[in-house]
T-cell receptor, first 110, second 115 residues
Framework: RKEVEQDPGPFNVPEGATVAFNCTYS??????FFWYRQDCRKEPKLLMS???SGNEDGRFTAQLNRASQYISLLIRDSKLSDSATYLC???????????FGSGTQLTVLP | GAVVSQHPSWVICKSGTSVKIECRSL??????MFWYRQFPKQSLMLMAT?????????EQGVEKDKFLINHASLTLSTLTVTSAHPEDSSFYIC???????????FGDGTRLSIL
C-alpha cells in the first residue's frame, strides 16, 4: 500500500464547477499535511497547509480527518488557471521528510 | 518572492558527463535541504537529505557514489550526477524548510536530459 494515495484522475470539469479531491495516508504518526499544485514541467508550489479544524483560502477548502487518515481539497468556482496537478503531501515525522501522493490531474474547460 | 534558487534549469549532455546542480536558499540559512527526483507522470521521490557540514542521508536505492551531495554552507547545496546515463534523465528538484511542521519550498527544478 502506498503511503499517500490519491485518485490520479484526470478530472475534466467546466469553468465554474466545484471539484473535490481526496487523499488517504497510511502513517498514523503523520504530523503535517499540505496540498501543493504542480503545473506541467514546473516545480510544486504550496497551495495550502491542512489543519485539523479545516481551513479555507478563497475558493479552496481543505479538510483533515485524522481518525480516518483522510485529507480533502475542495475547489469552488473553478477557473481555467486552476488546471494543474494537485499533490497531497504528508510530513511523517521529525526528519521533515515529505511523502508525496502521485497527484490528481485537473483540467478546467472553457 | 523566491525562497529557493536552483540552477541550471535545463541541461542536455552526452552520456558519461557529470552534471552539477546548485540549490541556494535565498531567505534563510538552511541547515537541511532536500533533493527530489521526478520521472514523467510520476510523483516526487526523495533522493537524499543534505546536511550542512556533514554527510548527506540517502534514501534506499539511491547510490551515494553516483549522486554526490555537498552542503558546504548554510545557503548552498549541490547535487552532482556523476557519469550520467540516459536512465538518469529526470526532473531534479531541491527544497528547503519543513521545520516545525512548516511547508517546504521548492526550487524551480532542473530538467536533465542525457543523450
Amino acid at each position: 500500500r502506498k503511503e499517500v494515495e490519491q485518485d490520479p484522475g484526470p478530472f475534466n470539469v467546466p469553468e465554474g464547477a466545484t471539484v473535490a479531491f481526496n487523499c488517504t495516508y497510511s502513517n498514523s504518526a503523520s504530523q503535517s499535511f499540505f496540498w501543493y499544485r504542480q503545473d506541467c514541467r514546473k516545480e510544486p508550489k504550496l497551495l495550502m497547509s491542512v489543519y485539523s479544524s479545516g481551513n479555507e483560502d478563497g475558493r479552496f477548502t481543505a479538510q483533515l480527518n485524522r481518525a480516518s487518515q483522510y485529507i480533502s481539497l475542495l475547489i469552488r468556482d473553478s477557473k481555467l488557471s486552476d488546471s494543474a496537478t494537485y499533490l497531497c503531501v504528508v510530513n511523517s515525522g521529525s526528519a521533515r521528510q515529505l511523502t508525496f501522493g502521485s497527484g490528481t490531474q485537473l483540467t478546467v474547460l472553457p | 518572492g523566491a525562497v529557493v534558487s536552483q540552477h541550471p534549469s535545463w541541461v542536455i549532455c552526452k552520456s558519461g558527463t557529470s552534471v552539477k546542480i546548485e540549490c541556494r536558499s535565498l531567505d534563510f540559512q538552511a541547515t537541511t535541504m532536500f533533493w527530489y527526483r521526478q520521472f514523467p507522470k510520476q510523483s516526487l521521490m526523495l533522493m537524499a537529505t543534505s546536511n550542512e557540514g556533514s554527510k548527506a542521508t540517502y534514501e534506499q536505492g539511491v547510490e551515494k557514489d553516483k549522486f554526490l551531495i555537498n552542503h558546504a554552507s548554510l545557503t548552498l547545496s549541490t547535487l552532482t550526477v556523476t557519469s550520467a546515463h540516459p536512465e538518469d534523465s529526470s526532473f531534479y528538484i531541491c527544497s528547503v524548510g519543513g521545520k516545525d511542521n512548516q511547508p517546504q519550498h521548492f526550487g524551480d527544478g532542473t530538467r536533465l536530459s542525457i543523450l
